[in-house]
Protein backbone atom coordinates (compact mmCIF):
# COMPACT_ATOMS: atom_id res chain seq x y z
CA UNK A 1 0.00 0.00 0.00
CA UNK A 2 2.41 2.85 0.41
CA UNK A 3 4.20 2.04 -3.01
CA UNK A 4 0.68 3.41 -3.75
CA UNK A 5 0.70 5.98 -2.38
CA UNK A 6 4.02 7.06 -3.30
CA UNK A 7 2.61 6.54 -7.26
CA UNK A 8 -0.04 8.56 -6.13
CA UNK A 9 2.01 11.54 -4.36
CA UNK A 10 4.26 11.48 -7.26
CA UNK A 11 1.48 11.41 -10.19
CA UNK A 12 0.25 14.83 -7.95
CA UNK A 13 3.59 16.42 -7.97
CA UNK A 14 3.56 16.00 -11.61
CA UNK A 15 0.09 17.03 -12.52
CA UNK A 16 0.24 20.39 -9.91
CA UNK A 17 3.53 20.83 -10.53
CA UNK A 18 4.27 20.85 -7.00
CA UNK A 19 6.93 19.32 -4.26
CA UNK A 20 6.28 16.10 -2.36
CA UNK A 21 6.54 18.49 0.83
CA UNK A 22 3.71 20.34 -0.26
CA UNK A 23 2.04 17.35 -1.12
CA UNK A 24 2.40 15.60 1.81
CA UNK A 25 1.17 18.54 4.12
CA UNK A 26 -1.97 18.64 1.52
CA UNK A 27 -2.51 15.14 2.68
CA UNK A 28 -1.75 15.61 6.46
CA UNK A 29 -4.41 18.84 6.71
CA UNK A 30 -7.04 16.81 4.82
CA UNK A 31 -6.33 13.64 6.72
CA UNK A 32 -6.73 15.27 10.16
CA UNK A 33 -10.38 14.23 11.47
CA UNK A 34 -10.06 16.39 14.99
CA UNK A 35 -8.85 19.83 14.57
CA UNK A 36 -9.38 20.92 18.24
CA UNK A 37 -7.46 18.71 20.81
CA UNK A 38 -11.11 19.14 22.62
CA UNK A 39 -12.93 17.47 19.93
CA UNK A 40 -11.12 13.69 21.00
CA UNK A 41 -11.68 14.76 24.89
CA UNK A 42 -15.75 15.45 23.97
CA UNK A 43 -16.20 12.22 21.97
CA UNK A 44 -14.37 10.00 24.75
CA UNK A 45 -16.19 11.81 27.92
CA UNK A 46 -19.56 11.19 25.15
CA UNK A 47 -18.22 7.32 25.10
CA UNK A 48 -17.89 7.32 28.25
CA UNK A 49 -21.06 8.42 29.73
CA UNK A 50 -22.74 6.02 27.15
CA UNK A 51 -20.94 3.13 28.80
CA UNK A 52 -21.69 3.76 31.79
CA UNK A 53 -25.58 4.19 30.67
CA UNK A 54 -24.72 0.69 28.98
CA UNK A 55 -23.69 -0.79 32.53
CA UNK A 56 -26.35 0.56 34.44
CA UNK A 57 -29.12 -0.82 32.14
CA UNK A 58 -27.38 -4.31 32.26
CA UNK A 59 -26.96 -3.92 36.54
CA UNK A 60 -30.33 -3.04 36.95
CA UNK A 61 -31.27 -5.94 34.02
CA UNK A 62 -29.48 -8.31 36.07
CA UNK A 63 -31.02 -7.58 39.14
CA UNK A 64 -34.71 -7.61 38.05
CA UNK A 65 -33.17 -11.28 36.62
CA UNK A 66 -32.36 -12.08 40.11
CA UNK A 67 -35.98 -10.81 41.38
CA UNK A 68 -37.43 -12.80 38.94
CA UNK A 69 -35.47 -16.08 39.67
CA UNK A 70 -36.39 -15.59 43.35
CA UNK A 71 -39.85 -15.51 42.85
CA UNK A 72 -40.02 -18.28 40.16
CA UNK A 73 -38.19 -20.19 43.27
CA UNK A 74 -40.87 -18.96 45.86
CA UNK A 75 -43.49 -19.76 43.86
CA UNK A 76 -41.88 -23.60 42.75
CA UNK A 77 -41.81 -23.87 46.52
CA UNK A 78 -45.46 -23.48 47.00
CA UNK A 79 -46.43 -25.18 44.55
CA UNK A 80 -44.26 -28.04 45.34
CA UNK A 81 -46.10 -28.08 49.17
CA UNK A 82 -50.09 -27.52 47.11
CA UNK A 83 -48.92 -31.04 45.25
CA UNK A 84 -47.77 -32.78 48.08
CA UNK A 85 -50.90 -31.56 50.18
CA UNK A 86 -53.39 -32.83 47.23
CA UNK A 87 -51.31 -36.23 47.08
CA UNK A 88 -52.05 -36.47 50.81
CA UNK A 89 -55.74 -35.70 50.72
CA UNK A 90 -55.70 -38.04 47.87
CA UNK A 91 -54.85 -41.04 49.35
CA UNK A 92 -56.74 -39.89 52.22
CA UNK A 93 -59.68 -39.79 49.91
CA UNK A 94 -59.11 -43.27 48.36
CA UNK A 95 -58.71 -44.81 52.06
CA UNK A 96 -62.72 -43.31 53.14
CA UNK A 97 -63.82 -44.52 49.77
CA UNK A 98 -62.31 -48.23 50.26
CA UNK A 99 -63.62 -47.83 53.62
CA UNK A 100 -67.13 -46.84 52.32
CA UNK A 101 -67.20 -49.97 49.63
CA UNK A 102 -66.28 -52.46 52.22
CA UNK A 103 -69.27 -51.23 54.36
CA UNK A 104 -71.65 -51.17 51.16
CA UNK A 105 -70.75 -54.95 50.93
CA UNK A 106 -70.75 -56.03 54.02
CA UNK A 107 -74.73 -53.44 54.51
CA UNK A 108 -76.01 -56.00 51.31
CA UNK A 109 -74.52 -58.88 52.38
CA UNK A 110 -76.33 -58.44 55.73
CA UNK A 111 -79.20 -57.03 53.56
CA UNK A 112 -79.39 -60.14 50.97
CA UNK A 113 -78.99 -62.58 54.74
CA UNK A 114 -81.88 -60.35 56.62
CA UNK A 115 -84.16 -60.67 53.31
CA UNK A 116 -83.81 -64.39 53.25
CA UNK A 117 -84.59 -64.72 56.81
CA UNK A 118 -87.10 -61.98 56.93
CA UNK A 119 -89.55 -60.25 55.88
CA UNK A 120 -89.37 -56.94 53.16
CA UNK A 121 -90.38 -54.50 55.55
CA UNK A 122 -88.20 -55.26 58.57
CA UNK A 123 -85.27 -54.22 55.71
CA UNK A 124 -86.48 -50.75 55.52
CA UNK A 125 -83.96 -48.87 58.25
CA UNK A 126 -81.09 -51.22 56.71
CA UNK A 127 -81.99 -50.30 53.18
CA UNK A 128 -82.00 -46.07 54.74
CA UNK A 129 -78.74 -46.61 55.93
CA UNK A 130 -76.81 -48.14 53.14
CA UNK A 131 -78.53 -45.29 51.13
CA UNK A 132 -76.98 -42.57 53.19
CA UNK A 133 -73.39 -44.66 53.31
CA UNK A 134 -73.60 -44.20 49.46
CA UNK A 135 -74.68 -40.66 49.08
CA UNK A 136 -71.53 -40.03 51.43
Known sequence: MNWLRRVKCKILMIWNNTSSDEIEEKKLE???YF???NQLIDI???LEENNLQLIQNVQDLEQTLDTLKANLAQKKKEFDAKIGEMREN???LER???ENEAKIK???FKMKEDVSNKGKD????LRKEVKILVSN
Not at 122 to 125: G, S, Y
Open 122 to 125: EMLP
Open 35 to 37: TNP
Open 106 to 108: YFE
Open 30 to 32: EEM
Open 90 to 92: KAV
Open 96 to 98: KKA
Open 44 to 46: FAK
